[in-house]
């Protein structure tokens, strides 16, 4: 992709840039009062389309927060929009929809924040950039991962931090997909960890880093323990994140059935008050869409032009509790996506005109993850046909293959490893589907594990794994196995071509997938 402004110019501007010329903004040139508004933890952007998405930012302190947008990084001609105000409730964080926008644009943001009880006290700018989907054919370039600050690894700015954000930005994404936990509420950082080759990590710590998070600040403050990075600022700040959620955003292995009682580290025990805190901290803390018939809910598609849709899966909120995972028929107990999620993605999917269909999934459908003698995912070790979580992907399967839905590429993350399957009728217990590919990447920047084993109910054939080798667990980015993927859908041919990547941006193996094209 060709930009008029490169990312990287813009990067080193948009966090110090003054007000340029002309702009519709009125600040004083010298403010005076005592101190003036900051904004503590830059600027995101998420949920792009083709005309219109969402941008975030956090101030200090109850204040004005004045908007407008340009298609110009000079912001001739600004739009300005209503101010929004931001208070204690949220933490003093906003966010916004900015939509009747152009497709296909460079979209130029900023934000000034006002104190409220001093008027005098105006901020520096802040600025954000996006580029909208197309409304037309061109190339699409987005990256995906999941898994950051988990296992105890944190922020040491002394191996230059989360270096796979960085990676990523260099390659210029229109968007970057994060799969799911996305923060680690339930992994306290220690200030130093000995690594094996002797050497010293050295975290970052906060106070809400410190313990596992309970209260709705301590949520918060694993977010904002995140956006300290320097990597992270800097890819938000000109790239979109599109979030979807797991476990970790609340508890490791959460369901509604979750027992704290014999867990030392917490003294609030009710998994539905931990989950109610987790996800308002989740809404709080990015700049995801809200949806007015559930507000909360995490699934979702969002239209990126006529070649991609993307459909967001929430395998957490809806799931029954962990168990063997063996029921016979379907039921609220053997539910992982629940009746009302299934339906809306039957629906999506069939009403899809997009070329490609991704579903992105924050959990892969055929490895085993276990919760120690019960099983976390979908499958379940049995190898037959579906059963428990599995039925509910059979119907699925099931229903794409009948209902004639083409070019459907699972995304995921979770394991944190890297690998390439393949699921096809031949090798499976259940044979009612159309044979399809999903892509595991991960971490971006948490404890290295894997590979998981596979369970054979859909058929899935390794095509390619990079893991640490067998008996080496937990390993520190520092030991080079972080992963993300880059997916490229060429606006000629409609490929779609898949590259799984290390954070040294060394590329380990890539596949380019033909468009099915309907008669």
Do not use: C
């Amino acid at each position: 992709m060709v930009l008029s402004l490169t990312r990287r110019r813009f990067l080193a501007q948009s966090g110090v840039a003054a007000l340029a010329a002309g702009s519709s903004f009125a600040m004083p040139a010298i403010s005076r009062a005592a101190t003036r508004p900051e904004f503590t933890h830059g600027v995101q952007t998420g949920d792009v389309d083709a005309t219109s998405g969402m941008v975030w930012t956090r101030v200090d302190r109850p204040a004005r927060i004045d908007f407008e947008w340009a298609t110009t990084e000079s912001f001739a001609n600004a739009r300005k929009l209503h101010a929004l105000t931001s208070s204690p409730a949220s933490d003093f964080t906003v966010k916004r929809l900015i939509d009747g926008l152009p497709s296909d644009q460079e979209i130029f943001w900023r934000a000034v924040a006002t104190d409220l009880t001093d008027t005098n006290g105006v901020s520096q700018p802040i600025v954000g950039r996006f580029r909208t989907a197309p409304a037309s054919r061109r190339s699409v370039r987005f990256t995906w991962s999941g898994d950051t600050v988990g296992q105890g690894w944190g922020i040491d700015e002394a191996r230059g931090g989360m270096i796979g954000y960085a990676t990523m930005a260099k390659h210029e994404p229109d968007f970057f997909l994060h799969s799911g936990d996305t923060i680690y509420a339930d992994g306290p950082l220690k200030e130093s960890v000995e690594l094996a080759d002797g050497t010293i990590w050295k975290n970052i710590v906060t106070p809400e880093k410190s313990k596992v998070a309970e209260t709705l600040e301590e949520y918060r403050g694993q977010w904002k323990y995140n956006l300290l990075d320097k990597n992270v600022q800097a890819l938000n700040a000109s790239v979109p994140t599109f979030y979807q959620w797991d476990d970790h955003e609340v508890v490791n292995n959460w369901s509604s059935t979750k027992d704290l009682s014999a867990d030392e580290r917490y003294s609030v025990k009710e998994i539905g008050l931990l989950s109610a805190r987790g996800a308002r901290a989740f809404h709080e803390m990015t700049p995801i869409r809200f949806v007015p018939q559930e507000p909360g809910r995490v699934y979702r598609k969002i239209a990126y032009g006529p070649m991609l849709d993307i459909f967001f899966l929430d395998l957490r909120s809806y799931r029954g509790g962990n168990s063997d995972n063996l029921q016979p028929t379907a039921s609220d107990a053997s539910a992982i996506l629940g009746a009302e999620q299934i339906a809306w993605l039957k629906r999506e999917l069939a009403n899809s005109s997009a070329t490609w269909k991704v579903i992105a999934s924050d959990m892969p459908i055929g490895l085993l993850v276990p919760d120690g003698e019960k099983w976390e995912a979908v499958a379940n070790g049995d190898n037959g046909d579906a059963k428990g979580r599995e039925l509910e992907f059979a119907d699925l399967l099931r229903f794409i293959k009948s209902a004639g839905i083409t070019n459907t590429v699972w995304l995921t993350a979770d394991v944190h490893y890297t690998a390439a399957h393949h699921y096809s009728p031949e090798r499976a217990a259940f044979q009612d589907f159309e044979p399809f590919w999903e892509f595991v990447s991960g971490p971006i920047h948490a404890g290295t594990f894997g590979p998981n084993d596979l369970d054979m109910t859909f058929g899935p054939e390794v095509r390619y794994v990079k893991a640490p080798a067998d008996g080496q667990v937990n390993l520190p980015p520092s030991a080079g196995l972080q992963f993300f993927g880059i997916v490229d859908i060429d606006g000629a041919s409609e490929e779609l071509t898949v590259r799984l990547m290390d954070t040294a941006d060394t590329e380990l193996w890539k596949t380019t997938l033909q468009p099915v094209r309907k008669a």
